[in-house]
């Protein structure tokens, strides 16, 4: 299968539901200077098309615009249909595809438990929540942290995000930190995993450091009008938000949940970055360190309100800017480090913003599945759950031969919404040697035990929405371009500026990561970009 990217992206070619031909990769480039600290920064739902939209709309100082200015700036497809924050966080730090990988989804069905996080082993307790657990195990691919401890065992290695799977994963295996965030709590912590007990520097940094729990508003709502038209949209709402500004996470039902949908929760993560750097003393010494922020509020503010919002642009610019200023006192601390932005997946916009689209709500859903086999089979607990991208049946739906092949994939086929469905068992072998294009991107994006029965493929301009209210936000998670294609902005000590559109493998930023740490890199990985 070593050529298989190459076919895939021969095949892309003219292929507008699946995406764009990606080239075929250059001779590498020298590899720049390695850097005492490495920043890998995954802004989470940022498509390529909406930052070349909205960056010129940023601060001029601002991580973004400095990075595209004094960088490299690539634009690079995603080479897995099933586009989630797991999924896209574990390509980014492995540099193979979820078949690789192993890690498919954001959320599995547990037969005990229900609905748990791709995450959770049911084994490393987190710390001040009940029934919740968080370990890399889920890994089955070596990442950027893990190549970097085998090359500098004393190199120091923090991974901190909001979700638990935007730091458990770049963490690797060893790292020295990994912290996310406890919506219930409102608060931030780790698993046992990591160590039998808080780290101290975390606990007096959230003791100097409350929550804050304020009231978000527009920072220029002029510009934002001029640029995008009337605050309130059909379709727009989430969180325990309203439509329309302001938005106070302490007027909702759950504060530490709607808080991470504010750009005061990216403030905040930053901050705690620096804790950590401190406490580390990270860049300090010859032995190249790695931190690794995964930003994400940007996908939260794009779930609720969408990327052609006021909130989606006034949180990317004062994420940005937060950013910037993190980066330059990071500079001023330890001298030229080097920093790669990117993100996990693109995004589609809200439902009624878009010709043709539509949502796939998860519970009804698996209902209306369950209802087709109570047609051929009589009643019965057939389908238990979907979890996109997977639909999970009972012991006694998969007991029925025909239940997938002659009565569910006829029916997901032929219904509004749903683009491709397909045995979820059959497809490590049955689209092997896939001359399809979307059917390339699905091969690559289940490992040979898939945790579900049935993989669904939505519609192009249709998406999953698993998040109240059901009638409004967005999403992403399909094989189409919005979803799959992305930027990678890189600057460091020997990087010289240059910009390329041309599509490019994602599975090449690993190594690059690892190219500015001045080490190989996760094996089975494509060369840097």
């Known amino acids: 299968m070593r050529n298989r990217a190459l076919v895939l992206a021969m095949l892309l070619a003219g292929c507008g539901a699946a995406g764009t031909t990606v080239r075929e990769p250059p001779p590498p480039p020298p590899r720049p200077e390695p850097a005492r600290l490495v920043v890998a920064v995954v802004i989470d739902q940022l498509g390529w098309a909406t930052l070349e939209r909205y960056l010129p709309e940023l601060d001029e100082d601002g991580a973004l615009r400095r990075l595209a200015r004094e960088g490299v700036h690539r634009r690079v497809v995603y080479q897995h249909a099933g586009t989630y924050t797991a999924a896209g966080h574990a390509s980014i730090h492995t540099g193979v595809s979820p078949r690789v990988h192993g890690v498919m989804a954001n959320e599995v069905h547990d037969p005990e438990r229900g609905a748990i996080a791709s995450c959770d082993d049911g084994a490393h307790a987190i710390f001040g929540m009940d029934d919740a657990f968080a370990s890399p195990s889920l890994l089955r691919a070596p990442t950027v942290a893990d190549a970097l401890r085998a090359a500098h065992p004393d190199a120091r290695i923090v991974a901190v995000s909001l979700k638990d799977r935007g730091s458990v994963i770049p963490g690797g295996q060893r790292p020295d930190a990994v912290v996310f965030w406890d919506k219930g709590h409102a608060t931030f912590t780790t698993s046992d995993y990591y160590t039998d007990a808080p780290w101290p520097w975390l606990t007096a940094f959230l003791e100097a450091h409350p929550t804050p729990l304020t009231a978000w508003t527009p920072g220029d709502p002029a510009r934002l009008e001029a640029l ?71 996908d939260y503010v794009g779930h609720a309100f969408g990327y052609g919002s006021w909130e989606y642009l006034d949180d990317l610019v004062r994420v940005d800017r937060a950013l910037g200023a993190f980066l330059r006192e990071l500079e001023a601390g330890v001298g030229p480090v080097a920093v790669l932005v990117t993100s996990d997946h693109g995004h589609a916009d809200i439902a009624e913003a878009t010709e043709g689209g539509g949502r796939i709500v998860p519970e009804p859903f698996a209902a209306e599945l369950d209802a087709v086999l109570d047609h051929a089979y009589g009643d019965g607990e057939w389908v238990v759950a979907f979890e996109e991208p997977f639909v999970y049946l009972s012991a006694a739906g998969r007991a029925h031969d025909g239940a997938i092949e002659q009565h569910l994939l006829p029916y997901l086929r032929a219904r509004e919404g749903v683009a491709r469905a397909y045995d979820a068992r059959r497809i490590p072998g049955d689209l092997a040697d896939a001359a399809d294009p979307i059917d390339g991107l699905v091969y690559e994006s289940v490992a040979t035990d898939p945790p579900g029965d049935v993989f669904v493929v939505p519609a192009e301009g249709w998406f999953v929405d698993d998040d109240e209210p059901f009638d409004a936000g967005a999403s992403h998670g399909t094989p189409y371009a919005y979803d799959r294609e992305v930027a990678v902005l890189f600057a460091g000590p020997g990087v010289a500026p240059a910009r390329d559109d041309a599509p490019l493998d994602q599975r090449r930023v690993a190594r690059t990561i690892a190219a500015l740490l001045g080490i190989e890199g996760p094996p089975n990985a494509p060369d840097p970009l």
């Open 228 to 298: 995008l038209g009337p605050d309130a949209r059909a379709g727009e709402g989430g969180l325990g938000f309203c439509a329309t500004f302001p938005h106070d996470p302490r007027a909702t039902d759950a504060p530490g949940g709607a808080f991470r949908g504010t750009p005061q929760s990216t403030e905040h993560l930053l901050d705690l970055a620096r804790a950590a750097v401190e406490h580390y003393e990270m860049g300090r010494d010859d032995v190249p360190d790695l931190l690794s922020i995964s930003i994400s509020g940007t």
